[in-house]
């Protein structure tokens, strides 16, 4: 579909897309437009202003300095005082939309006006696939988060060496692929060796490397591989929320049963081992769920009955909407309106604003705002 050389880009927003995402009338966009304050957009052929991402952050700074009262609604990141937000994504199940849930949460953070991090630890690497990066060719040896927490000193590199800028303003990415597999076979290792001690022990080095950038963003988020291995406790460790993808269906409940079981017994190890684990809220997302099936709906209704408010309210539907934008390695935020048949749009977005919204509002409440 793409030739090697092509490179993603982000599409531009109408008048009417920025005025929803400021939260201010068209008209008063307009006005802005005319008076030159903020960004200036440019104009199709059609004579209709369009803006960049970049250009609509502008606008929430502006409006920021000119209405003090507001500022946190146009410029919601963090201040001084507020925790940064490390979320991890995690479930061993395949199958669970694991990088589907990121990169659309990456995405409606962005676009919110947050600085995100995302962090692909997964060595298949189909989150930096998602943002341009062909794990083969784009990332080369000692340029993943393997970098920044190997064992070796004279190869290990700083985190901010192995950031990348991303195509979608206020998104960075810390890219994967094969190379993430030698941190599990090199952690047995470096334990019997007596190397991982102190803020080198295997679990406490994700958090120790993030510590390094961490007033550069307001969010990070991890996703983790889908097995229980060093990578993925170091994410779990590191996190100050936690993530946990499920597809209501019978087969997938067990498998995340038995991955519940066993991250309780390894991470009792590490509380044991002096790893103090401190998570500001842990959430189940159902993900892939579709509300006309049966068996689907009574999963759904035994996992609310089970774990009550842990379980978001909202829950991502299944849609083809969602499947034609992975075939042009988009989110549903990227998709340009007449790609996909509007109605179904419209509900799969209406679906995932939902369920982002409420992660928003958990992080925000850390934050301690309404």
Known sequence: MYPPEAMKSLKTFTSREVATLLGIAESTLRQMSIDGEGAIPDR?????????????NKLRQHLAAKRPSEAKRFNPRRTAGDKLQVLAVANFKGGSAKTTTTVHLAHYLALKGLRVLVIDL??????????????????????????AIRYEDEERRALSDVIRQTYFDGIDIVPGNLELMEYEHETPQAIAAGRARGDGMFFRRVKTVLAEVEDRYDVVLIDAPPQLGYLTLGAIFAATGLLITVHPAMLDVASMNQFLAMTSDILSVIEDAG???????????????????????????????????????????????????????????????????RDTLNRALESVDAVNAEILAHIEAVWGRK
């Open 275 to 341: 790893g103090s684990l401190e998570h500001d809220f842990i959430r189940y997302v159902m993900t892939r769920h579709n509300p006309h099936d049966v068996p689907q709906v009574n999963v759904a209704a035994l996992l609310r009955s089970m774990f009550t408010t842990d379980v978001l309210t909202a829950a991502v539907v299944e849609t083809t909407a969602i499947a034609s934008a992975g075939l042009e390695k988009k989110t549903l935020y990227e998709m340009d309106r007449g790609s996909v048949v």
């Open 44 to 56: 199709k052929d059609n004579g209709r202003r369009v803006y960049t991402l970049a250009q609509i």
């Open 122 to 147: 997964d060595p298949q690497a189909s989150l930096s696939t998602m943002f341009g990066y062909q794990p083969e060719f784009d990332v080369n040896p000692n340029q993943t988060l393997y970098a």
